[in-house]
């Protein structure tokens, strides 16, 4: 396998020469595929915070079509830019991964190319993302307090949303958040969290007005408390007996 003449270098650097001149000339007589206006000079609209989101879904399209358009565009000529570099380098021809010559039919194909079939690269995908996304991570991201500074373990936005979950969602046990649920009264998020506790004394113990008489309110989760040994039997018999006197 044999490296590109002279001539037939000179044949392919003139191509990459006519095709970065016509990209840039349609990017220019196209404004960047709209990039150079804003949608409001499009829609004609102020604000779209008075709309449906749809009213707007055909120009929200169309400015993203224009964005993956322009971003492949752009990638072209940057690769354009790199061949011609290449060749001004003496390195035009040969695999920028393996340094074994590329084919002369894949670089009459491909004319900006400097990588052979075996070693191309994948596709660059655009790792752009919203930015409201750096809110909303981890989910509740916002609303979330559970990690707040001050240790805050009021009602907050994971809390609204358990509630309305508990109505049910489109989750299945395979699809749940909680890899151990077995039902789907385990599927949403958190499901054992405590419901208006921390621990679980809080739920059976209580006080008058006072705070001085404590009583304890033998329900489910005093029953599964003393079930796994974490209280004491003996103080339980001496406010049974306290309760009698």
Not at 54 to 65: I, M, N, P, Q, S
Not at 90 to 115: F, V
């Amino acid at each position: 396998m044999s490296y590109p003449t002279s001539s037939q270098l000179d044949l392919l650097r003139a191509r990459l020469q006519d095709e970065r001149q016509h990209m840039e000339s349609r990017l220019e007589q196209n404004e960047h595929y709209g990039k150079s206006h804003s949608l409001r000079d499009e829609t004609g609209e102020l604000s779209p915070i008075d709309n449906h989101p749809g009213d707007l879904a055909t120009e929200l399209y169309e400015r993203e079509k224009d964005i993956s358009l322009l971003e492949q565009e752009e990638l072209h000529l940057r690769r354009i830019e790199a061949a011609l570099k290449a060749m001004d380098n003496g390195t035009y021809g040969t695999c920028a991964t393996c340094g074994e010559p590329i084919p002369l039919e894949r670089l009459d194909a491909l004319p900006d190319t400097l990588y052979c079939i075996r070693h191309t690269p994948l596709d660059d995908h655009s790792r752009s993302r919203p930015l409201e996304e750096a809110f909303l991570q981890p989910p509740f991201g916002r609303t979330s307090l559970d990690e707040h500074e001050d240790g805050y373990n009021g009602f907050d936005g994971e809390d609204a949303w358990q509630i309305v979950e508990s109505w049910g969602n489109a989750d299945s046990p395979a699809f749940s958040e909680n890899r151990d649920a077995a039902d789907y009264e385990h599927v949403g998020i958190e499901a054992i969290e405590h419901d208006g506790y921390v621990e679980s004394l809080e739920s059976f113990l209580a006080t008058d007005i006072t705070g001085r008489h404590v009583s304890v309110v033998r329900n489910r989760e005093y029953e599964r408390y003393m079930h796994s040994d974490e209280g004491d039997h003996e103080l339980e018999q001496e406010e049974e007996s306290d309760s009698l006197r």
